[in-house]
């Protein structure tokens, strides 16, 4: 099919210009300029705005408007010719099209959107993915969120980013709204700049919580942009040294962008980031997020920082006011950064897509992202030669190399010979999981950005880190993350440390994504500044991925969002050393889902259904149980917690009171690092 045959999805000319119709636009404009774009049609409703352009035809048609037009109109009128669809949505009705998508912000930031537009996506990109002949994105995080929620392949989504050439043709001499404002307010003083809607993931409301220490600084807040009615608005509190522009034109843009300290981007998550190649293009610093499609675009070009710590967006600001020189520097950077990224270069990757759907166009490469402070936790107790073994297997192969390693034990002698490890710090404090763990959050260093607990008998994948990592960068609203278990050796009678590690170098990663999903402690990881003052409750005395559950429970509560990828994986071993009876762990089955429901990190029906399947299995197998498996202690403890239960007694910590029998055959559950029924996998 030559590409001169080809329409384009022209309704982005009757909406409000906003970046994905910038983008839009830009693209249309850098295709017109092309000889292989002869021939070819833009298909708009009869309200469309004109669009100047030389070989492209614009072409009004259609009684109706909006997506009404676009879903039954549009295919009709595009008839034979492959549709090229530029702003989210397409006809779903057409099946020989191209459709960039870009981002996954309906998925990864719903509160941000409002309830009719979250209905209409959640329907219609799915639909969109499966039927069309190529989907696009403008960056690879973007791509990488796409392959997460929706039923494409991350190798099936072409790259094609926003261009910056845009930007050098504004004319700040027109500007008439942006210093009339800024005259304003008097004396001039510094300012920072901030672009965006009000949207609850543009986050801007960090730069209103910096706006005092900046007032100190003498520097103003500036921000420029308008709302829009897909959006759910944040009402930002008023601060004497903010200025909110509302819309404004382009030139002036140009205006505050030529004069600004620096651009300040704070978003939570962004399909790319027009604003900061813009800014770059015009020699204005930048400071944004270290996370989703940021630091990709901004390369080594800006100063990156957590959107969850306003400490640091203070010091880079204060950096930049002090020294012209880094100013300068970031000035020369961006303006460097940004000739990776080219609407012509844009347009001729749709153009080779329009002539061969499957080809692999060429775009940016993917930066590295500076690098994350991990901090990695095993809890232990009693078994120093598995969680030697175990944790030197993990230093010795991750890809990402963790700044801690932290055993928390109960005496040094649970961590064998890792004592003389120079990567490892031992802690000691007190007995129990929940207990344990906390003692080593004490000691994680502020700034660390994620931490990972790891049972002391599970062996991970070398990328599961890594894995984590980008998962937590591409997704900032993540609080929670846990990997895939290939095997677990609690369900039987356990899997050896070397079984375990070729079973690990013989796995593959898989790419699944599922949320909600609690995370099982054998292997998760948390952002750290989502946990603040929360700790695991030391009164869930018996590890039992209830523990997990009562933590993560926690975080949700706040608004973060628990996932599961299959990228990070490994086996646990499900070691039957060091354990108590069968007893104990019974009472916990019953008592801790009631404890659970009264603190509100549990639901009735989930605890119904955790205590019934952990009784029925109980009372079901006693008679011919499972050898490694104390199902009768685990029933007779199950009959303690219910009479208990009964008589309001709701005290989780009683299971380590009970006495344990002097002997027995079935060495069942043990106090720190293992489960007491089936994982959520």
């Known amino acids: 099919m030559a590409a001169s045959t080809f329409a384009i999805n022209g309704r982005f000319l009757t909406q409000d210009m906003t970046g994905v119709q910038r983008y839009a636009r830009n693209v249309v404009k850098a295709m017109d300029e092309s000889v292989a774009s002869d021939g070819s049609t833009i298909l708009v409703p009869a309200n469309a705005s004109e669009l100047q352009l030389q070989r492209i035809r614009l072409k009004k048609a259609g009684q109706l408007t909006g997506h009404a037009w676009e879903q039954t109109e549009l295919a009709c009128l595009s008839g034979t010719h492959r549709l090229l669809n530029l702003c989210n949505t397409a006809p779903v009705a057409k099946a020989d099209q191209i459709v960039c998508i870009h981002d996954a912000n309906i998925f990864a930031a719903p509160?941000?959107?409002?309830?009719?537009?979250?209905?209409?996506?959640?329907?219609?990109?799915?639909?969109?993915?499966?039927?069309?002949?190529?989907?696009?994105?403008?960056?690879?995080?973007?791509?990488?969120?796409?392959?997460r929620h929706l039923p494409i392949r991350l190798s099936d989504i072409a790259v094609l980013p926003n261009g910056h050439e845009h930007a050098l043709h504004w004319d700040p001499s027109l500007a008439k709204l942006a210093p009339d404002l800024l005259a304003s307010r008097g004396t001039p003083r510094p300012f920072v700049l901030a672009l965006g809607s009000r949207a609850l993931h543009k986050n801007l409301s960090l730069l209103i919580e910096i706006a005092p220490e900046l007032e100190d600084m003498n520097l103003d807040i500036v921000i420029a942009g308008g709302g829009d009615g897909i959006f759910a608005t944040q009402t930002l509190p008023r601060q004497p040294n903010v200025l909110l522009l509302g819309r404004v034109t382009d030139h002036?843009?140009?205006?505050?962008m030529d004069r600004a300290l620096c651009l300040a981007f704070p978003s939570l998550t962004e399909g790319f980031g027009l604003p900061i190649v813009e800014a770059m293009a015009r020699s204005c610093p930048v400071v944004a997020s270290h996370c989703a499609s940021m630091?990709?675009?901004?390369?080594?070009?800006?100063?990156?920082?957590?959107?969850?710590?306003?400490?640091?967006?203070?010091?880079?600001?204060?950096?930049?006011q002090s020294s012209q020189q880094l100013r300068e520097d970031l000035a020369g950077r961006g303006r460097e950064q940004v000739r990776q990224f080219s609407w012509e270069r844009t347009a001729k990757g749709y153009l080779e897509l329009i002539d061969n759907p499957g080809a692999e166009v060429k775009c940016h490469a993917a930066a590295n992202a500076n690098s994350p402070r991990v901090s990695v936790i095993f809890a232990t107790r009693g078994r120093p030669d598995i969680v030697a073994a175990t944790v030197r297997h993990f230093l010795a192969t991750q890809s990402l190399k963790p700044e801690a390693v932290l055993i928390s034990c109960v005496d040094p002698s649970d961590a064998g010979d890792l004592a003389e490890h120079p990567d490892v710090t031992i802690i000691t404090g007190p007995p129990g999981l929940a207990a344990q763990r906390n003692s080593a959050l004490r000691h994680v260093q502020p700034g660390t950005e994620v931490?990972?607990?790891f049972d002391d008998d599970f062996v991970a994948d070398g990328n599961w880190l890594a894995s984590a990592v980008q998962a937590f960068r591409d997704e900032s609203q993540v609080a929670a993350f846990t990997g895939g278990v290939l095997a677990d050796g609690i369900k039987g009678p356990g899997i050896s440390f070397r079984d375990a590690v070729q079973l690990v170098a013989a796995g593959q990663p898989e790419a699944t994504w599922l949320e909600p999903f609690s995370p099982y402690g054998c292997n998760m990881a948390f952002r750290f500044s989502s946990i603040g003052n929360v700790r695991f409750d030391e009164r869930l005395v018996l590890y039992g991925w209830l523990e997990d559950r009562d933590f993560a429970a926690t975080l949700a509560k706040r608004g973060g969002r628990l996932v599961k990828s299959g990228l990070a994986f490994g086996v646990h071993m499900g070691v039957k050393s060091g354990r108590v009876s069968g007893e104990r762990l019974g009472y916990s089955q019953i008592i801790n889902p009631i404890y659970m429901m009264k603190k509100g990190t549990m639901s009735l029906p989930k605890v119904i259904g955790q205590i019934f399947r952990n009784a029925a299995s109980n009372f079901g197998r006693a008679v011919w149980p499972e050898p490694f498996i104390d199902r009768r202690g685990r029933a007779k403890g199950n009959l303690l917690a219910a009479l208990d239960a009964l008589r309001g007694r709701?005290?989780?910590e009683r299971a380590a009171a009970i006495a344990a029998p002097t002997t027995h055959n079935h060495l069942d559950d043990r106090s720190t690092n293992d489960v007491q029924q089936t994982p959520p996998y």
């Open 295 to 320: 630091p990709e675009v901004c390369g080594d070009a800006a100063l990156v920082a957590s959107p969850f710590e306003p400490g640091e967006w203070i010091a880079h600001i204060r950096s930049l």
């Open 111 to 147: 509160q941000s959107y409002s309830r009719s537009f979250r209905v209409l996506y959640h329907n219609l990109q799915p639909l969109l993915v499966r039927r069309s002949i190529r989907i696009a994105s403008v960056s690879h995080a973007a791509a990488r969120q796409l392959a």
């Open 451 to 453: 931490v990972a607990f």
């Open 650 to 652: 709701l005290e989780p």
């Open 252 to 256: 002036d843009l140009a205006h505050l």
